[in-house]
């Protein structure tokens, strides 16, 4: 009986896991952006690199930041704006970041008698729940634009997400998918 009962929290915890992990990569990350009400985004029409760049540390570039500045670079040039070694009239600058995240959640047994529920619904109260714990790590990219004349934040994007091995082993493709989500909100549309 105790044999049943621990190879059903398995198969619930492993089938709880691919549904959350199937969710995750399809969805891509969450992004939020905020913007200067009083900035005419229009008007700029070239970018510079803040130096140091925010995810360069010590006084050398480092991988990730070359990989964000490449993934700026495209999605800035296809909205018509001009880069420019310095001087530019924009400023941009990126963090990176990551964290421990729990999610928890609570769910009905899975009875082999009641199975065909699978959750769809809420049995009624006295049967037995199961609680699922789920420890991820969770990635934040942030990108600030800066008008260089004023010294003043004008725009700013972030995109947060799972890293899973699939994030690990490729981080570019991540950068990348992460920089064009959070550039996908831009108020300058991309040139046609």
């Not at 691919?18 to 952006?33: I, N």
């Not at 600030?144 to 981080?171: C, E």
């Amino acid at each position: 009986m105790k044999t049943a009962r621990m190879f059903r929290h398995i198969v619930l915890a492993g089938a709880a896991a691919l549904a959350l992990g199937a969710c995750a990569t399809t969805s891509g990350p969450k992004v939020r952006v905020d913007a200067d009400p009083t900035a005419n985004m229009a008007s700029y029409g070239s970018y510079s690199f803040i130096e140091p760049f925010g995810t360069d540390r010590s006084g050398y570039s480092t991988p990730l930041g070359n990989a964000v500045k490449q993934a700026v670079r495209r999605e800035m040039d296809v909205r018509g704006l001009r880069y420019m070694e310095s001087g530019g009239d924009l400023l941009v600058n990126a963090g990176v970041k990551s964290s421990e995240k729990t999610d928890v959640s609570t769910m009905p047994t899975m009875d082999p008698y009641f199975g065909y529920r699978g959750g769809r619904y809420n049995p009624w109260v006295g049967y037995s729940t199961e609680t699922i714990v789920n420890e991820y790590t969770e990635g934040t990219l942030t990108l600030d634009l800066v008008d260089r004349a004023r010294k003043q934040l004008v725009w700013s994007g972030a995109a947060f997400g799972r890293i899973t091995d699939k994030v690990r082993n490729d981080p570019q493709t991540a950068v990348d998918t992460a920089v064009r989500e959070i550039m996908a909100r831009y108020p300058k549309a991309p040139a046609q």
